[in-house]
């Protein structure tokens, strides 16, 4: 397997995973800010022009956070990243969707990508304060998630992940996240797979 991402990206979060996995792939940092996203070296891997993007072992690429976290988790289950459950795999994906969809999508887009919501450069303070009351609003929900249990469902599982670099993005933006949310983030930066991970992508 061959990760694309890049360093400190909602990759970050499949590159996590990766590492608790524990199988062997290759890291292939895409320079995003130098704009290899778009040149053919990169779009011919995925066209779509971001990150991840996972090249799996028959020759396919499979690109969205929430696909390749599920695919991850179903063709490696000795990693117990879903639950065994139907319905705590329902309340997981319920999770990550919700994390990718609105705090990065909807909040977070906005905050690093005010000019994609407006046309008007004096209205881009507007949006990102809107993106950080999104953002908020959403960690807020997350708070109440994480007050009964340690991870999302229970035991870690791929809406960890996603959590993860959402909160990740908090730290670097300096905006204080809800009790049970940064507890949460302590404890991911605790685990060994995140610590390998931040070192890897020159973040530690």
Same mark, same amino acid.
């Given at each position: 397997m061959k990760l694309y991402y890049a360093p400190g990206a909602c990759s970050i979060g499949i590159h996590v995973l990766l590492e608790e996995i524990g199988k062997p792939y290759d890291a292939v940092a895409v320079k995003l800010r130098e704009g290899a996203q778009y040149q053919p070296g990169y779009t011919a891997v995925n066209p779509k022009s971001k990150v991840p993007?996972?090249?799996?072992?028959?020759?396919?690429?499979? /690109?969205?956070?929430?696909? #390749? %976290?599920?695919?991850?988790?179903?063709?490696?289950? *000795?990693?117990?990243?879903?639950?065994?459950? &139907?319905?705590?795999?329902?309340?997981?994906?319920?999770?990550?969707?919700?994390?990718?969809?609105?705090?990065?999508?909807?909040?977070?887009?906005?905050?690093?990508?005010p000019s994609a919501f407006t046309p008007n450069a004096a209205d881009e303070d507007a949006v990102k304060a809107r993106g950080r009351e999104i953002a908020g609003n959403g960690f807020a929900l997350l708070d109440t998630l994480l007050a009964q249990q340690d991870y999302? /469902?229970?035991?870690?599982? #791929? %809406?960890?992940?996603?959590?993860?670099?959402?909160? *990740?993005?908090?730290?670097?933006?300096?905006? &204080?996240?809800?009790?049970?949310?940064?507890?949460?983030?302590?404890?991911?930066?605790?685990?060994?797979?995140?610590?390998?991970?931040?070192?890897?992508?020159?973040?530690?």
């Open positions: 993007a996972l090249a799996r072992d028959d020759g396919s690429v499979l /690109t969205e956070f929430p696909a #390749i %976290a599920y695919w991850l988790a179903r063709t490696n289950p *000795f990693a117990g990243l879903l639950p065994d459950s &139907i319905d705590l795999q329902a309340r997981t994906l319920e999770v990550l969707d919700y994390v990718v969809a609105t705090l990065h999508m909807q909040g977070f887009g906005r905050i690093i990508r999302a /469902t229970g035991a870690f599982s #791929i %809406a960890d992940a996603a959590i993860f670099y959402v909160s *990740f993005w908090a730290d670097r933006f300096k905006m &204080i996240l809800p009790g049970n949310v940064a507890a949460h983030y302590t404890r991911m930066n605790a685990r060994p797979a995140v610590q390998r991970v931040l070192q890897q992508e020159g973040l530690a």
